[in-house]
């Protein structure tokens, strides 16, 4: 971190130093090194004017200047100024390449050399893979020989000492004295978004052991850097070891073995950038508990880096780990709120004319990009493969989580390429993806027999028995719609379209239903996919079941009826997503669309309705509101138009039903009412939200009262572009739906809860 000079100014960066530029001081990462991509080079020098030089001493030519070589002959030597003995670089075994004589081609020739041999990590091994055949004959080929050990090949360790890595790893580690602090921030999320695959137990024993590592090192130290600098040392070393585990290995114990990885230490900085999300502005741990004076958005902007910067550090490692899995899940929401959810929209200008021309499209490509990374590492450390021994290698804790960040991770996936409209990477062809047990994370982090207690409370197919919406249900409901996600992607991403109407008629699936049937032959299973949607929802227990004339008759009060709403919007959207592909890519308009819009619509106000009693927990409402119900009013509010404007062109045309229209419009009325309301301006979506009730609220005034001028609704001001309703042609032609398919939206279902 910057530290006071004499004359009491911060000291700059390294680079924004040498360039003579002004540095903005932040740390661990300045902003301009951020912005110009220079964060892996970006570290405060303690005394920079201290530093040796490497480079050769200028030598004054004494030669004539008629015997100097011409501009255009260029001369090549070695230099033989660096030394031999110089420490080794912690990508590539190099010299330490922080002179400003080096040049970028030496800096990516060392990042590119090849390491020390390492031993292969924990994974799947192929089909032809010389270590996968001969284990299969390891009892027939064991052969004992005297003075030859009888373990595996022993693994070669390297001391990975770069300085300038050592010294980014002490800038991030220095933000550890805040540990307290940051714990507070990510429990104060967790009461509301309960961790997907870390929950409050496991969070709590991330920051205790997180806590703990940072006093060993600076308790009674006289010198924190120098502490901090060893500490750093070491970690790097432990970050290219595996993880040991036992299956009576305890929570504690656990995460004291994994806590000084920059793995982990990336994980805590991870959650707390998406927690920050989550909080409010104004909420008293910024005003009122932070005596570091750091704002919101500047710590966010630090939590980010880190992540960042922590992924960078393990990658060079060449390991995976279990945590290294689940910080590339929590960095991909965090990119994912942090470039896609920060109010970057994107629309379709389309004239009243109808003369399409194309916006500034922005789209981040490190969020695509990251889901690749983490693909990678679900296939690298075989999270896609489930053995059998494995719930007697490991912690039943360990087993749990590894079930549910596959399930986040397929979940994240088929979520990105529906938004993005791009080929999923993680398919369930090739992946055992089980569910998880709906179980809480206190009965999770219990000893194995203990454990064994806690599962007396499911029924046969690990639901529980309760009836409360637990993570376990989420999870498992999201994981059972995701598997439906995958072929609907098929549908919409097919090059062909000759094909998809009988394909969504009559489609083959694979991998649905052999989870939860057993004693199969695992053959080909032939259903309809919009049945087999249905089917699956039925088969869930029956505290899933959503009934629509009990839920309009004001049955469903309780706080476990919520689990039943999850469920049935969730299916709900999977066939409005079907319905959406028949009319967007075939030009077929089913009424089963208007049914299934019509359905998400009535089931987000009895949430609504839900949410708002006194005794209930109120969570965000945002991703069902934009992502689900703003789509399904476009559809509906598009149909009421051009049922109006053909009234008015002609007389003659069949109306709606008068029950139809009348009910459609007081519940579209009642949602851009709460569109307005419960959407928060901290949340990325709203913009979208608020562009979107403006949009309906005077579609339906136009409906309503087609003679008289409306004045403009009471919404919160936002800076909108004049240019933003261009597509709206409100005397006739609307096109709500072109609107809607052309906003950039922020990539996070269920990355909210995660």
Known sequence: MATPRRNGRLSSCEPC??????????????????????????????????????????????????????????????????????????????????????????????????????????????LVSPNDIFREYEDILRVEEPGL??????????????????????????????????????????????????????????????????????????????????????????????????????LPEYFNSIAARWETIGLVFSLLGTALFHTPDDDPIFTHRNPWKVEKS????????????????????????????????????????????????????????????????????????????????????????????????????????????MVCAYAIDKELATSLGRPPRICSRYCVIPLPLDISYENMVLSRSEGEKALQNLDANGWNTEGNLTVGVRLRVVLLTSLLRENILELSLSPTT????????????????????????????????????RQTQQDLPSFLHWYPEEAAAGAYRLARDKARAFAHIEFTYQEFLLHRILLKRVGINSPSLLESSLEIITTLLHIISMQTQPAHLKTSMSWDLCYMGLPAAGILTSILLSEH????????????????????????NDFVSHLTLLVPPHEGSY??????????????????????????????????????????????????VAWFDNIHWSQDPLLNFT
């Open 17 to 126: 130093r040498k360039s003579k530029l002004r540095c903005d001081h932040q740390s661990p990462i300045c902003g301009r090194c951020l912005c110009h991509g220079q964060a892996d080079r970006c570290f405060y020098h303690p005394a920079p004017l201290t530093q040796p030089s490497a480079r050769a001493p200028k030598v004054i030519s004494r030669r004539p200047k008629r015997q100097q070589r011409p501009d255009n002959q260029s001369v090549f030597r070695l230099d033989q100024t660096i030394p031999s003995g110089a420490a080794p670089s912690l990508r590539s075994g190099f010299p330490s390449l922080t002179d400003e004589g080096d040049t970028l081609r030496d800096q990516h020739i060392a990042r590119w050399t090849p390491k020390g041999k390492q031993t292969l990590g924990p994974g799947v091994l192929g």
């Open 149 to 250: 050990p009888t373990s595996t090949t022993p693994t070669i360790t390297y001391s990975l000492s770069d300085p300038n890595q050592v010294l980014l790893g002490v800038q991030i580690l220095s933000h550890l004295q805040k540990i307290r602090w940051f714990y507070e921030i990510i429990e104060l999320k967790n009461k509301i978004y309960p961790g997907w695959f870390l929950g409050p137990p496991l969070t709590r024993a991330l920051c205790d052991s997180m806590e703990q590592i940072y006093d060993c090192a600076v308790r009674n130290s006289q010198n924190t850097h120098a502490s901090l600098t060893i500490l750093s040392r070491q970690i790097f070393v432990n970050t290219s070891k595996d993880v040991i585990t036992h299956p009576t290995m305890n």
């Open 298 to 405: 500047q710590l966010r902007n630090i939590a980010t880096a880190i992540g960042e910067i922590c992924c960078q550090f393990c990658n060079s490692a060449g390991t995976t780990s279990d945590p290294f899995c689940w910080l590339m899940t929590q960095q991909i929401v965090l990119l994912t709120s942090m470039y896609c959810d920060s109010g970057t929209l994107s629309l379709l200008n389309i004239t009243r004319r109808k003369e399409k021309r194309m916006a500034d499209i922005w789209i981040d490509y490190r969020v695509w990009q990251k889901l690749g990374d983490l693909s990678t590492i679900i296939y690298a450390f075989g999270l896609h493969q489930s053995s059998e021994d494995i719930e007697e290698k490991f912690p039943f804790f360990l087993v749990e989580i590894r079930k549910r960040v």
């Open 498 to 533: 000759q094909d998809i109407i009988p394909r969504v008629e009559f489609v083959s699936h694979y991998g649905l239903h052999i989870m939860l049937i057993s004693g199969t032959d695992r053959k080909k299973l032939h259903r309809k996919l919009i049945q087999e949607s």
């Open 645 to 668: 404007t053909s009234q008015i062109s002609n007389p003659s045309s069949t109306p709606l039903p008068a029950n139809f229209r009348s009910l459609t419009i007081q519940k579209l």
């Open 687 to 736: 913009e979208v939200s608020q562009q979107g009730a403006k949009f309906l609220r005077q579609v339906l005034d136009r409906i309503i009262s087609p003679a008289y001028p409306q004045p403009d609704p009471l919404i919160p001001d936002i800076e909108l572009s004049e240019s933003w309703l261009d597509g709206c042609d409100l005397d006739g032609n609307l096109d709500f």
